[in-house]
């Protein structure tokens, strides 16, 4: 299977003044194979959506590769790329729902947008394929007419995704899409998913914070901290079984509503490092992460195979 | 835990205007906070909660009316204060966390400003001592570097971030009552960690009452003491925490739960809730708004619901109860 994404030491760094670069993405590498469904996950603020920007081209790379079958869109500039042919083979879930749709657009409008603009639609055909997108996200076609601030959090939600898979892409990156949605729709979007990448062979890429989702919904899993991929693996094996002391501090976080299972939790103490001029010779874990001996405070751990199909970025794992 | 709770939201109804008729939104909606509780609201997307907290803060957009109903805080009902002595009480006595964290920062200002900003304005802090109590702030929600992400703008800081300075703000001056609207939607689970257990350190140390909207039931089960159930701008069931989890009584209650990813194996597993929530513009809503998607439907679904007391803490809006 040739990847259909492939990123090669992809890194964002910030200037944040007087000189000090804020590493967001740091020598990241990884690829997405046609029809796989790749999750991200990782402590807030690690990377993750600066990573999906980058693939997005919506920011620019600092440095690094970002191949869509075959083709190099790293040294495209940003704002190229709106008006690109491939602009229509990756398409975005936004976090924030209600910022990144147009607050003078309906619900309708919002939908109909990128397939008037990417697919020439018009007319009947719009108005219908508008109202099957409406179905297939479970949003009531009632609320199509509604504006943005007259729509509920997990309304909003629905209109992002329905706007996302509008044009068929062919690479769907979704940044915590259902993050407001109750648990009800969660499961229509999840099984909707899930369908659309056997029937069009979508590929995706999944950012979340829940990893009971995760867990379901994914065939491999990216875990980020401080900008570096530090595990890697099938999703089943890497819950079962982590290799690196971030995921299994994230694993046992897990909310249980039963409290017999929250026995043995690992929680974080420490400070978590600053993303702004790490240190290249300390691992970004040191400091919470539980074991952190001598070594881990003079060599910077990489990512390497650690059992087949299993990578970690720790000298213990 | 005092006799008087330190909310009492009671009878509350609110309706929209909209260009294709009335919405409404919330129906006769009531539920307490103890002192130092912390209470779930839990339901569907477009259930009324974020309505319910908006007006329990007084800034329902203006389409939007109470209709009916009272929110009884420190012998005061807020639903008949004056917009200046809400004022007054917002931000000092009430604190509210919302859904959208971003649009809620002012984007062109620093945020260990605006940390400090109310710091300042609701005496939490004097205007030296302010920015020190800001970065001690943003480090107690787990902030890196906070020395220097004091100097951050909004844009320059992730999702989760802005959502950590947001709930930072809230807590600034140590509410009496904090309703947090999906606080931690966009935070991993150790973060949300630490900050469910500051949510609970206030509690515990200052009393302070706290809402919690949220969609995640685990979670809810796993740091609030009681659930409010709504559906379709009704109350259909409150109980504590463990115990809805283990005995749900109102139908809908135990559909969100078979809807919840937990230890389950596959998505096939899990089912959503037939149906949606009725077109709440309809003049002739039945008198039990789940009926229409209910299983356990009989005849007397049609008259006006009960409210049955299954023990002194968990009560139920429904005729055929589990
Ligand atoms: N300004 C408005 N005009 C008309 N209807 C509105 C307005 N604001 C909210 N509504 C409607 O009120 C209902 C309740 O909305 P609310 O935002 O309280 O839902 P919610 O339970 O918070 O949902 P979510 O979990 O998605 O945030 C929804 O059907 C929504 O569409
Ligand atoms: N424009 C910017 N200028 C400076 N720093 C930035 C900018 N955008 C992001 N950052 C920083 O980059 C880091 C990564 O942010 P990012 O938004 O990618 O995190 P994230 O993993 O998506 O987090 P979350 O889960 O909270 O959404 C953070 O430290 C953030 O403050
Ligand atoms: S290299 Fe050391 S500090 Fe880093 S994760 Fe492994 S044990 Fe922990
Ligand atoms: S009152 Fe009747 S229709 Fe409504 S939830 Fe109960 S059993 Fe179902
Ligand atoms: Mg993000
Ligand atoms: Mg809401």
Redesign the pocket.
Known sequence: MTALLDIAELAKRFDVGNKRLLHAVDEVTFTIGRGETVGLVGESGCGKSTLVRLINRLLDPTSGSIRLAGTELADMRARAFAGNPNRARIQMVFQDAGDSLNPRYTAADAIADPIRRLKKMSGAALKSRVEALADMTGLPRELLTRFPHQLSGGQKARVGIARAIAVEPELLILDEPTAALDVSVQVVILKLLQQLKHELGMSYLFVSHDLNVVRLLCDRVLVMYLGKI?ESGPAAELFADPK???TRALISAIPQADPDKRVGRLRLGGEPRSPIDPDPTV????GR?????P??SAEM?VLRTVAPARQA????? | MTAVPALAVEDLSVEFRTRSGIVKVLDHVGFSVDKGETVALVGESGSGKSVTAFAVMGILDPAGKVTSGRALFGGADLLALSERDLAEQRGRELSMIFQNPRTALNPIRKVGQQIADVLVRHGGATRSDAPRAAVEMLKRVRIPDPERRVEAYPFELSGGMCQRIMIAIALACRPALLIADEPTTGLDVTTQAVIMDLIGELAHESGMATIFITHDLALAAEYCDRIVVMHAGHVVEAAPARELFAHPRHPYSAKLLAATPGETVSLAELASIPGGLPDLRRPDLPACRYSGRCERRIDDCTKPLPHRVVDERHVVSCWNPL
Request: proline residues 14%; contains cysteine.
């Open positions: 530090v690196h002391p971030y691992c970004r874990f040191y992460c539980p074991r952190g001996e070594r881990c751990p970025a720790c000298h213990f794992a």
